[in-house]
T-cell receptor, first 113, second 117 residues
Framework: DVKVTQSSRYLVKRTGEKVFLECVQDMDHENMFWYRQDPGLGLRLIYFSYDVKMKEKGDIPEGYSVSREKKERFSLILESASTNQTSMYLC????????????FGPGTRLTVT | AQKITQTQPGMFVQEKEAVTLDCTYDTSDPSYGLFWYKQPSSGEMIFLIYQGSYDQQNATEGRYSLNFQKARKSANLVISASQLGDSAMYFCAMREGRRAGSYQLTFGKGTKLSVIP
């Protein structure tokens, strides 16, 4: 069974803290993605990675960075969390040249106070 | 300009009735793909159906069908015989070409469907 897991379902952090969101997939997929989801805005792509140590900015990369040291793991880093980064964060993966679906994790609801 | 437009923020449908969720898209890429995802209140994104730009026939998957009208740039999702478990957010998404070796998806803002018993 296809599996994308995220380290936490719910997370509460303080303004200015460094935050790590972890995503692991067990499908040997080359591509991994980080989205944030806000009411009325749909899903917006933050960063994606198409290979180990490779990363590309998405539509809203400001305030975020990513790390992909191993094929199965893709981390999203908030260097200094701010209240406007309170959101639902969704990780996804897909095969390299897949024109088809991305597989999503369960999401992490992050609250920054 | 928005690449994916879902004009219905919320919709209601009676159980066992059919419902159509609207999606229009904007692209100049001749090769693209259109997707529909379902997101229940639990939060996970569930892939429902896919339509490629060169596919001659409308895609169908069980109770889901995609009404693909290429000239109008619309890709509406039709759910037949609605069930209470269909209550969820529904997102339309588009894949265009390839960037940095990876296909990306652009999502619409979603439609919240509520099925009434």
């Amino acid at each position: 069974d296809v599996k994308v897991t995220q380290s936490s379902r719910y997370l509460v952090k303080r303004t200015g803290e460094k935050v790590f969101l972890e995503c692991v997939q067990d499908m040997d997929h080359e591509n991994m993605f980080w989205y944030r989801q806000d009411p009325g805005l749909g899903l917006r792509l933050i960063y994606f990675s198409y290979d180990v140590k490779m990363k590309e900015k998405g539509d809203i990369p400001e305030g975020y960075s990513v790390s992909r040291e191993k094929k199965e793991r893709f981390s999203l880093i908030l260097e200094s969390a701010s209240t406007n980064q309170t959101s639902m964060y969704l990780c996804a993966s897909s095969e390299q040249l897949a024109a088809y679906e991305q597989y999503f994790g369960p999401g992490t609801r992050l609250t920054v106070t | 300009a928005q690449k994916i437009t879902q004009t219905q923020p919320g919709m209601f449908v009676q159980e066992k009735e059919a419902v159509t969720l609207d999606c229009t898209y904007d692209t100049s890429d001749p090769s693209y793909g259109l997707f529909w995802y379902k997101q229940p209140s639990s939060g996970e994104m569930i892939f429902l159906i896919y339509q490629g730009s060169y596919d001659q026939q409308n895609a169908t998957e069980g109770r889901y069908s995609l009404n693909f009208q290429k000239a109008r740039k619309s890709a509406n999702l039709v759910i037949s015989a609605s069930q209470l478990g269909d209550s969820a957010m529904y997102f339309c998404a588009m894949r265009e070409g390839r960037r940095a070796g990876s296909y990306q998806l652009t999502f619409g803002k979603g439609t919240k469907l509520s099925v009434i018993p």
